[in-house]
């Protein structure tokens, strides 16, 4: 079992249990969510639309450095992790239902950095600087992007059992 598949599990819950629906098991790490509640999330968050956004900052960010796009990027505005669907999510409803378990507060860490990185990309192009911007999009950017997709194909497989 992976790293990543162990901080979201999905336990199956007798209904006539007195349990909590969120419980954590021996890994404090780990989400383990009931059926009802992963349900309930699958209709509040689109993880696969979540997953095609962050593949699609990724190829926004490459047009952009390349030249193969007249986008005006705004680093001040890149850097807002709670603006894009999935940031309003994990700030809103996923930090009400998740915010009190580690896993959660990883994937939110991680797709802050993204922001982060994406912005200091943006910075490094409108400041003349294409090879920075290519190597920051190709480090540091790539690898948050695809931290917040491994942890977002978690949270769904956790959720769609």
């Not at 599990?9 to 992963?38: H, I, M």
């Not at 540091?140 to 977002?152: D, F, G, K, M, T």
Request: net charge neutral; charged share 30%.
């Amino acid at each position: 079992m992976g790293f990543f598949s162990r901080l979201f599990k999905f336990r199956e819950q007798d209904p006539a249990s007195p349990e909590t629906t969120w419980a954590v098991e021996e890994n404090g790490s780990e989400l383990v969510l009931d059926p009802e509640d992963a349900a309930l999330l699958m209709t509040e968050l689109d993880i696969d639309a979540a997953i095609a956004s962050h593949e699609r900052w990724n190829l926004r960010l490459q047009d952009m450095v390349s030249g193969r796009s007249q986008e005006v990027m705004r680093p001040e505005r890149v850097c807002l992790d709670d603006r894009c669907d999935l940031g309003r999510w994990l700030y809103g409803t996923g930090r009400a239902r998740l915010g009190s378990y580690p896993a959660f507060g990883m994937l939110v860490a991680r797709h802050r950095y993204f922001h982060q990185q994406a912005a200091e990309v943006v910075a490094a192009y409108r400041a003349g600087d294409g090879r920075k911007a290519e190597v920051l999009l190709m480090g540091s950017c790539r690898h948050a992007s695809n931290q917040v997709v491994l942890l977002l194909k978690e949270l769904k497989r956790g959720l769609g059992r």
